[in-house]
Every structure is written in C-alpha cells, then in structure tokens.
C-alpha cells in the first residue's frame, strides 16, 4: 500500500508535470471506483490544474474552476504516468485501469488496481474536505504542529497498541501498515506496547524515531518516477516484508505476525527482549 512517502513521492511528480496543464479527458472505466456523482467527474475537462497536494495518502488535484479530483490509491492501486497517453479504448471489466486522465501535451495517467479487492477511491469534490477520508484525518506527522508535546498528547489515555495507533489516520495521517513496523522497529519498541502506558523517554524515542524514518523514506522518493517507487520502497524496509531475513541492526531473525489480512514484522531481539509474538491466526485455532 502507498503510504505518506510515495504519495508524497508521487505529489511532487505530478506537480512538476501537470500543473498549469489543462484537462482533455477524465475517464472512470471501474464504476466502483468513483465515490461521487456532483460534480460529474468529466466537468474537469477543459479546466487547468492550479495545484497538486497532499492530504495524509490523499492526492489533490486543484484546478481553476474550484473543483477537485482526489484520489485514494488503497491497497493495491497505482498511477501509470504516460508522456505520451495511450489511443487504446478502455473496456470496462477487462482492464485493472479505474480511471484514465489526459492533458493537453498528451500526457496523462492511469490509475490501476490489481487483485479483486477493489477499494481504490476516486472523488470530484468542490473541496477536500468534502472527502470524507481527508475530513477524518489526524494531523500529518511532519506538519511542524504536531511536535512532541502534541504527540504526546494524541497517545495519552489511548489504552490500545500503539502499532494500530500510529495506523489508525484519524490520530495520525499518512502512516500505513509498513511505515509503522518501520517506526516501531527504529525506536526499539513493541508493536503491542500500549500508548498509554509510554513513559516520557518512550514518547521521546518514538517521536524521534516517526520523524527520522518518514523523512528519510521521503528524501528517497524524491525525484523518482511512479514506476519507480515501489521498488525504492521495498528496498528501504529494515524489517517489514523481511520475514526470515537478518535485521540489519542486531542480526537476528525478523519475524511476521499474521492477522486476517495482512501481517507485521518486528525483530525480537531489538524491539520485544527476545519474546517472540504469538501468530494470531494459530492462536485462533488452539482457543
């Protein structure tokens, strides 16, 4: 899943490329995908692109006639940049492409979903807040506002594992299943340590730990094209998808906790004092 550093990744791209461009086409070919009918997606044809931003893992397309197109890119979606936009007609129900836009230098993008789980999300909005996602959002982790005190604040009284607090996007946007292993595994912490019960130093660590990590992973998306970024993505994990491998701080073995529909990854030796968590899905089985 794209998370805040190649969405972020992905902002820059478009904002060098399309900004100032005008709209020639805007084709939704996954009905599914378009989570909005006023304004009618098409009205951006003809209208120019003013800005490009980013709302936690949001794009934001702005354009002269006040009217948005956001996107989520979910689980398994992705953008598809052509210099040159494809002639080939989109047949609905025969392609992963969900949504064609075009531009009047030929260039354009696709935005594609693989797998059968169809959760990638379009919207013309007149606002971004008109998206309920981006309403819901938590403040984004490296907006200068959200420093330490803050942070400390949104964690306090929360009595929940602070793996699903840094995930959940209503507390903190942009952070996803991969970046919080990441986090957690360079601060040296649990994924089920409770939020709650953090001390200061903890709290300390951990901030440190989510800044240094997200603007890292961002300085490595810079530049790259959206071909580009997954791989740049896989490449920069210390530990999650590395289950089996060595952890590259300490050398022992990263392990997985699997869930209904996805997993963690975490080192036992630098984040839970050699414990190894138990796999939730055999702890169903033996209840």
């Not at 689980?75 to 040159?84: I, P």
């Not at 050699?274 to 796999?279: E, I, M, N």
Request: proline fraction near 6%.
């Amino acid at each position: 899943m794209p998370e805040m550093p190649e969405v972020e990744g992905l902002v820059e791209f478009l904002r060098g490329r399309v900004v100032g461009s005008t709209f020639t086409k805007a084709t939704v070919s996954a009905i599914n995908a378009l989570k909005t009918y006023d304004p009618p997606i098409n009205a951006v044809v003809g209208t120019k692109v003013t800005a490009v931003d980013r709302h936690g893992k949001f794009v934001d397309l702005a354009t002269d006639a006040g009217i948005h197109v956001v996107f989520h890119l979910a689980k398994a979606g992705w953008l598809r940049w052509y210099d040159a936009l494809p002639s080939t007609l989109i047949k609905p129900g025969k392609t992963p492409i969900a949504l064609r836009v075009g531009f009047d230098d030929g260039s354009g993008f696709d935005l594609t979903e693989a797998g059968t789980k169809k959760s990638l999300a379009v919207y013309a909005v007149r606002s971004p807040a008109d998206v309920p996602g981006i309403a819901r959002l938590g403040p984004d982790p490296l907006d200068g506002a959200l420093d330490r005190n803050a942070f400390a604040a949104l964690l306090a009284a929360r009595r929940t594992q602070i793996k699903g607090v840094l995930r959940d996007q209503s507390i903190i946007a942009g952070v996803g299943n991969a970046y919080s292993d990441e986090i957690l595994h360079a601060a040296k912490m649990s994924p089920y340590a409770l939020a709650a019960n953090l001390s200061d130093a903890e709290i300390d660590t951990l901030y440190a730990a989510m800044i240094s990590t997200l603007t890292e992973a961002i300085e490595t998306a810079r530049g790259k094209p959206p071909a580009d970024l997954k791989d740049a993505k896989r490449r920069g994990m210390r530990v999650h998808g590395r289950r089996g491998e060595a952890c590259p701080v300490c050398g022992g073995e990263v392990r997985s906790v699997f869930f209904a529909d996805n997993s963690l990854e975490y080192c036992p030796t630098c984040q839970t004092g050699g414990k190894v968590l138990a796999d939730r899905r055999l702890s169903r089985l033996l209840k």
